[in-house]
């Protein structure tokens, strides 16, 4: 395999801050809004630094309804553990014999990505089988028009807003295709990084000198990465009450996921 890459795609500061003193664009709660505000955020995003291909697939994104549906549609995570498991993973031996399986695919791949970021296999496999199927559903909805859709709609437009500014950089830079698919919110790739993160987080883990979150072992690479910068303390235990297990509700804060995680990791990994 190809040496791994160690060097992290660091976010510009000024990719997610505003110019001093200048009005944000104006949110709506419906599509009549949107083109709108498109044109008022490109001057936000042109100001932040956004070159013209992230501009261009802004002006190209349209209002997503499935993702304000899934939003105004949330409900949390009220399953107990094992509802949880049968809805997400069907069994813990059945998903931890998959997730095996994925690990003997490649094993210098995880022992290289445990040797730099203290992370072991079976955390990172089990999120990618949760997140995605191991690659199989990563969303069907284009990136850029989801990000800018919930960045747009007034409920949490604060929180999205440096979200989708970052996706417009990673098109910029060659890291995210304007077209590409991902989640409602869009989470993109094989573990369902927010752009903000992507674009702090992400590092080549393939050695051939690019980011691409499509990518199964950049996306893998960065979320080792994540976790590291997150806390993650190598070669201690990551079973529920470690600091370990604390960092993985930096990833997701449902308590039943953060359980599923350790649990099956546990069986991957002995």
């Known amino acids: 395999m190809s040496r791994l890459l160690?060097?992290?795609?660091?976010?510009?500061?000024?990719?997610?801050?505003?110019?001093?003193?200048?009005?944000?664009?104006?949110?709506?709660?419906?599509?009549?809004?949107?083109?709108?505000w498109k044109r008022e955020f490109a001057a936000e995003a042109q100001r932040a630094g956004v070159g013209q291909r992230g501009i261009q697939a802004l002006m190209n994104a349209s209002y997503s309804t499935s993702t304000i549906a899934?939003?105004?549609?949330?409900?949390?995570?009220?399953?107990?553990?094992n509802e949880f498991i049968r809805i997400r993973l069907g069994s813990v031996d059945g998903f931890a014999k998959t997730g095996r399986g994925r690990v003997q695919r490649n094993p210098q791949f995880y022992a290289a990505i445990e040797q730099r970021y203290g992370v072991p296999a079976g955390i990172l496999v089990s999120i990618h089988g949760m997140e995605t199927g191991f690659g199989r559903t990563m969303g069907n909805v284009p990136v850029v028009s989801s990000i800018s859709t919930v960045a747009y709609d007034c409920r949490r437009s604060s929180f999205f807003t440096p979200h989708a500014l970052a996706a417009l950089q990673m098109v910029d830079r060659g890291m995210l295709a304007p077209n590409q698919n991902g989640a409602a919110h869009g989470e993109l790739g094989h573990t369902q990084f927010l752009p903000g993160n992507a674009l702090r987080y992400g590092v080549d883990g393939n050695g051939d000198g690019r980011v691409d979150f499509y990518n199964e072992w950049d996306a893998l690479a960065s979320t080792a990465n994540f976790l590291r910068q997150k806390g993650w303390q190598p070669g201690q235990p990551y079973n529920e009450g470690t600091r370990n297990f604390r960092v993985l509700n930096e990833w997701n804060a449902a308590t039943v996921y953060q359980q599923a995680i350790a649990l099956v990791a546990a069986r991957i990994d002995g």
């Open 6 to 36: 160690l060097k992290a795609v660091a976010v510009l500061a000024t990719a997610i801050t505003f110019a001093g003193g200048a009005q944000a664009a104006t949110c709506g709660n419906n599509a009549g809004g949107f083109e709108a």
């Open 70 to 81: 899934a939003d105004r549609n949330q409900k949390g995570v009220k399953y107990s553990l």
